[in-house]
């Protein structure tokens, strides 16, 4: 059963901009920060941005200025707006978050990952 489900990747040109949604189909357990983490081919798996349930915001040093992580706890989405995108920016991006499935019990889920490709 799929519980985190990342939408809005594609192939934009470098400058561009790119607006990736997750929406997860239980509540977002509140006691922990959700985040966004990409892999590029080759590479590890690296934390791009992470938000907690009051709002506060950690980013990556390679994307701050230029990528804002935004949560909707009400609708249980959390999206990421990527502008002046660049080519090293390419990568599988994954939502991750603690969802609540049952009375005090949460688990942590990854999404399936969505592709966003920079390049001219």
């Known amino acids: 059963q799929v519980q985190l489900v990342e939408s809005g990747g594609g192939l934009v040109q470098p400058g561009g901009s790119l607006r990736l949604s997750c929406a997860a189909s239980?509540?977002?357990?509140?006691?922990?920060?959700m985040g966004w983490y990409r892999q590029a081919p080759g590479k590890q798996r690296e934390l791009v941005a992470t938000?907690?349930?009051?709002?506060?915001?950690n980013y990556a040093d390679s994307v701050k200025g230029r990528f804002t992580i935004s949560r909707d706890n009400a609708k249980n989405t959390m999206s990421l707006q990527m502008n002046s995108l660049k080519p090293e920016d390419t990568a599988v991006y994954y939502c991750?978050?603690?969802?609540?499935?049952?009375?005090?019990?949460?688990?942590?889920?990854w999404g399936q990952g969505t592709q966003v490709t920079v390049s001219s």
């Open positions: 991750n978050a603690d969802l609540w499935v049952g009375p005090g019990l949460f688990n942590n889920y």
């Open positions: 938000i907690t349930s009051s709002g506060n915001t």
């Open positions: 239980r509540r977002f357990f509140s006691g922990n920060a």
